[in-house]
């Protein structure tokens, strides 16, 4: 077993997609800001990695993601107008994501790939570890994941993935890992690493989801790493590559509460299901949607 980890307090958001999936809504706002309820979704993203400890936040952006630097900077003039208001609940909902961590931003300014975009944070990082948080995934806080991985790495050491079991038959839209039983409990050593197997191959369907706890030998990989599925370069291949060289890469197999904004039809479940849960929006909107739900039903048969 490796000597304690030090602390992770520096976060890599990847932000720089195209978003094409939500075309035609993404040609000129960034899906990172589409809204989950009333917070855009890069938000909890945020506030995620801020309660797992970590007040340094890196943003891998492109082009047209300035909304992203503004939501997150100071509105002098809304603030000043929501004070003379007198509104306090909107203006301290307005003044949550400014206060939220220190947030950096640096630009891909070409896409090549996930394994790329972590490459980007390499001079901001350093030698630290740190933590990749893809903003198409939210966890939800009562289901802690950083913090379960972050067990996880401080007993067995290494860079540590999250997991989960998926059907089959989607496996090959994720990375996809094998693995086996590690000592000490709580997670599992990685034995294979496969982008998107093809359909039949996968060695399993335990699917990479969108949070890495990794060690900064990962970037030097990464400088070495070719352009794979997609023609892009893949932070699962460099992973890969670290197996194979026999340096510790554990998973944490999640079986909690996640919500895929990236898919449209997951992005709508997410949205209701976390109204639904609202306090101050909950009964009257599910009181609205069983109706609806019962209308429809009427209306079918």
Not at 80 to 104: F, M, P, W, Y
Not at 178 to 189: K, T
Request: glycine share 8%; with cysteine.
């Amino acid at each position: 077993m490796n000597s304690t980890p030090s602390r992770i307090t520096k976060a890599v958001i990847p932000a720089a997609g195209l978003g094409t999936r939500f075309l035609p809504l993404t040609k000129a706002t960034p899906k990172e800001m589409l809204p989950v309820v009333d917070k855009p979704a890069i938000q909890y993203v945020v506030e995620e990695a801020v309660a797992a400890g970590m007040s340094d936040i890196l943003m891998v952006t492109g082009r047209n993601k300035r909304p992203l630097e503004d939501h997150f900077d100071r509105n002098y003039e809304l603030e000043e107008a929501l004070q003379r208001r007198g509104d306090q609940d909107k203006l301290n909902s307005v003044c949550a994501s400014t206060e939220l961590a220190d947030i950096h931003y640096v630009r891909q300014r070409d896409p090549k790939g996930l394994g790329h975009a972590v490459l980007c944070a390499a001079p901001h990082v350093g030698q630290e570890p740190f933590a990749v948080l893809l903003a198409d995934d939210l966890i939800d806080p009562r289901d802690p994941l950083l913090a379960r991985m972050a067990e996880v790495r401080a007993r067995l050491g290494g860079s540590v993935v999250a997991l989960m079991e998926v059907d089959p038959d989607a496996i090959h839209q994720y990375g996809c890992a094998a693995v086996e039983q590690s000592a000490g409990g709580g997670g599992v050593r990685i034995t294979e690493l496969v982008e998107k197997p093809e359909p039949g191959t996968a060695p399993s369907n335990l699917a990479i989801i969108g949070r890495y706890l990794l060690d900064p030998e990962i970037f030097e990989v990464l400088r070495g790493t070719t352009p794979g599925r997609g023609g892009e370069i893949q932070l699962t291949d460099a992973l890969r590559t670290l197996v194979h060289a026999g340096r510790p890469v554990h998973g944490v197999v999640f079986s909690g509460r996640r919500y895929d904004t990236g898919d449209r039809a997951e992005y709508l479940r997410a949205t209701v299901r976390l109204a639904c849960e609202r306090e101050d929006l909950g009964p009257e909107f599910l009181s609205w949607l069983k109706e609806f739900v019962r209308s429809e039903q009427l209306a079918g048969v």
